[in-house]
């Protein structure tokens, strides 16, 4: 079936995103599309993020049971379920539990590979520009994660979290004074329609 999407891109700096209208009817047809197949993994851009706006998301991140914790990384692995798993943010009948902005950089970039928007001529600024953004969110990462390292601090150091925590948004909002000059080169927000065809089930790529 050939259908039409809305697919809109939002300009936020480090916090952009993509939004797909497809997603409210995924043609997966299994209740959780591409949260069946992802643990989300939040670095020190998502962890300042939270701090800023959201403090009390962090809190509940880390009350969670079933953590990756590393150095500077937490990955909430997801939970097995029928022929797949899902998400530990994924409710039934609301999608993900978090707002785009809360949510880590692959969440909010990805769009399944059927829509295959990278391939269109007249999104090659938006494919540019989030391609430039997450080589920088990850150099960011790794720089901010190496200066914490260097001061001897770790999440996996539960006593001293929140001293990491208050270091990494010092160094945050350091690193960030000065805004990346790629990110001014695209709108707030732009909107395209596409035609694709549809397949369904498990026929459709995640």
């Known amino acids: 079936m050939l259908k039409k999407l809305a697919l809109t891109f939002h300009n936020q700096g480090l916090r952009s995103y993509i939004e797909l209208d497809l997603c409210a009817e995924c043609p997966r047809q299994d209740d959780k599309g591409c949260c069946g197949y992802y643990s989300p993994v939040f670095y020190p851009c998502d962890f300042a993020y939270l701090l800023q706006h959201k403090p009390e998301v962090l809190d509940y991140i880390f009350s969670l049971d079933n953590l990756t914790i590393l150095d500077a990384s937490v990955t909430v692995n997801n939970r097995p379920e029928g022929q797949s798993y899902r998400c530990s943010f994924h409710s039934k009948t609301d999608g993900c539990l978090l707002p785009q902005a809360l949510r880590e950089s692959v ?6 590979p059927g829509v295959a928007w990278e391939k ?3 999104l090659a600024h938006w494919k540019e ?3 430039a953004l997450t080589d920088y969110e ?3 990462n790794n720089r901010i994660a190496g200066i914490l390292k260097e001061k001897g601090l770790s999440l996996r150091e539960e006593k001293r979290r929140d001293e990491f925590l208050a270091e990494l ?6 690193e960030t004074a000065t805004t990346a000059p ?4 695209c709108p707030s927000l732009e909107k395209y329609f596409l035609f694709r065809e549809l397949q369904y089930g498990t026929d459709w790529p995640l």
């Open 182 to 185: 790629f990110l001014a080169k």
């Open 138 to 140: 990850i150099e960011l």
């Open 129 to 131: 520009f989030f391609s």
């Open 120 to 122: 269109e001529g007249k």
């Open 169 to 174: 948004l010092i160094h945050f909002e350091q």
């Open 107 to 112: 969440c909010r970039h990805f769009v399944c």
